[in-house]
């Protein structure tokens, strides 16, 4: 008893596992389990199958789990496609830069054109138009330089309106050549030459300076009061066109009545009349192009009517007739009113 009670000695090796209880179970290979047998059953009449061992089967390959990120990397695109962005943007970067050098050198054009002219005729400008012979009488009454003085976001409307113009000079022209062919026919119709001969007259200098001027003008300087200017008496000039497009008997206008009125009397008369029917309509359609297309472009400037009435009172002030006269008028009435004291 005292075997088993007391301690093994440190230097007696003993183990466990060997001894004959357990290694005698072990080794029985008769020794039935649970496993294998079933008391419950009905069929089964004899005594338990004999063990058997089985061999272990191979545990199953671990597997790796996937590596995660707390947050998946986003697709920047394959390196070609962002080369190309790159390459897109630095283009669109180089364009910008070309367009305004390109305006930096148009405005040093501009400077050193002003510059050269002013030291070539000792003031800052010299008038040009109308381009008149050395010999006549009467010189230039302005100065025009579409490419010097107009900024080149606005040349070309500039340059049509001005080219709109010696279209409408030409229109009044002939038209004076159908109403004076239309008298050769018909001399009852006196009036009409006549009328046509002043429209001639009175319109071509008149459209230059009461429209055209202000437009050059307003878009010479940004000038707001130029532009109200324009657009009302332009507006007023777009109606006269519908009137001579029309063509009202006796109006001096070779529009379409008359045209068609002349073909019963002669039809060369009539023809010629039709095309210039047909050129007054072509001259009312592009005025109300144009009329457009400058209300347009006033509305990207920032002019205003604001602006306008600021720049009006500006020019009136310093307009030395108009300061002279406002002068005059306040001392004559300070006059009269100490008269009518006394």
């Not at 790159?86 to 002003?114: D, F």
């Not at 002043?198 to 200098?205: A, E, K, M, Y």
């Amino acid at each position: 008893m005292s075997k088993y009670t007391s301690f093994p000695d440190p230097n007696d090796d003993q183990n466990p596992f060997q001894d004959p209880s357990v290694t005698q179970h072990s080794s029985n290979t008769d020794y039935p389990t649970l496993d294998l047998y079933n008391p419950f059953d009905n069929r089964s009449t004899g005594p338990p199958p004999p063990y058997e061992a089985t061999s272990p089967s191979a545990p199953p390959p671990a597997q790796i789990p996937p590596r995660t990120t707390p947050t998946e990397p986003k697709n920047y695109g394959s390196y070609s496609t962002q080369q190309s962005a790159v390459s897109a943007t630095t283009a669109e970067l180089l364009q910008k830069q070309e367009e305004l050098e390109r305006k930096a050198r148009e405005l040093e054009r501009r400077e050193r054109e002003l510059d050269s002219h002013a030291r070539s005729t000792g003031t800052g400008r010299q008038n040009n138009w109308p381009p008149l012979p050395s010999f006549c009488p009467v010189g230039p009454c302005f100065y025009q330089d579409i490419n010097v003085e107009i900024s080149q976001a606005f040349q070309r409307t500039v340059t049509i309106m001005y080219y709109f113009w010696m279209y409408t000079a030409c229109t009044l022209f002939f038209n004076l050549i159908s109403c004076l062919a239309m008298f050769c026919v018909d001399t009852s119709g006196g009036v009409g030459l006549g009328l046509a001969i002043l429209w001639f007259l009175l319109f071509t200098p008149c459209s230059f300076v009461c429209w055209y001027r202000p437009v050059y003008k307003a878009f010479r300087s940004d000038s707001s009061f130029n532009f109200f200017l324009f657009f009302f008496i332009f507006f007023v000039q777009v109606v006269v066109y519908v009137i001579m497009t029309i063509g009202i008997p006796g109006w001096g206008f070779s529009g379409w009545i008359m045209a068609l009125a002349a073909l019963n009397t002669n039809v060369a008369v009539g023809v010629i009349m039709l095309l210039n029917a047909v050129a007054f309509t072509a001259q009312a359609s592009m005025g109300v192009v144009m009329l457009k297309k400058v209300h347009s472009l006033y509305r990207q400037t920032g002019a205003s009517f604001q602006k306008a009435q600021a720049e009006f009172a500006t020019g009136m002030l310093s307009n030395q007739a108009v300061r002279q006269a406002a002068a005059s008028a306040t001392t004559a009435a300070a006059q009269g009113t100490f008269t009518g004291a006394r």
